[in-house]
């Protein structure tokens, strides 16, 4: 056997020692991967399930309530269409809700949903709310107040997913 054959041997043997635990790895990664499209699958069809459910129970009339008091002579009613939403153009989780009367729009008030929402990673130049995710350091972060602190250094966040060892 050559020299070079020799150092093709000595290559493969460290490149397979080498990469042994990375395929190990992936092995589990790809066992994890079909354990969670199963869970997927289960709670897609849960969730179907739940639609069926809340849409029979909404079919459903329920008994009539007591008759309200007279309304005030004069007074306009507001209609479905006189009703307006406006989602915020920064954070689509902030909804207006108004009344339209002409070209005017009353505002009736605000609702911030609590969903989150990911911001990518943590930018020290911006302030953060309670919903938003941001990953540091090879982990996310769940940010539960305003801040502009960084994550794991106060208050105002949560470890959602620690980086890995490797």
């Known amino acids: 056997m050559g020299d070079a054959e020799r150092l093709a041997d000595t290559v493969l043997l460290v490149m397979r ?74 954070d689509e989780r902030v909804l207006t809700f108004g009344v339209k009367a002409g070209d005017t729009v009353t505002p009736w008030g605000t609702v911030r949903l609590t969903l989150p929402r990911y911001c990518g990673v943590y930018d020290t130049a911006r302030t953060y709310t309670a919903g938003d995710q941001v990953t540091h350091a090879g982990s996310l972060w769940s940010c539960t107040a305003t801040t502009n602190m960084r994550p794991g250094g106060g208050s105002g966040w949560v470890l959602q997913v620690k980086q890995g060892k490797g």
Do not use: H
């Open 17 to 90: 020692t080498e990469l042994a635990p990375m395929r190990e790895r992936m092995i589990g990664l790809v066992e994890r991967n079909a354990a969670l499209q199963t869970e997927v699958i289960t709670l897609r069809a849960d969730v179907g399930q739940l639609r069926e459910r809340v849409a029979v129970a909404e079919a459903r009339p329920g008994p009539p309530g007591p008759a309200g008091a007279d309304g005030k002579d004069g007074a306009a009613g507001v209609t479905a269409d006189a009703l307006t939403v406006t989602q915020d153009g920064e």
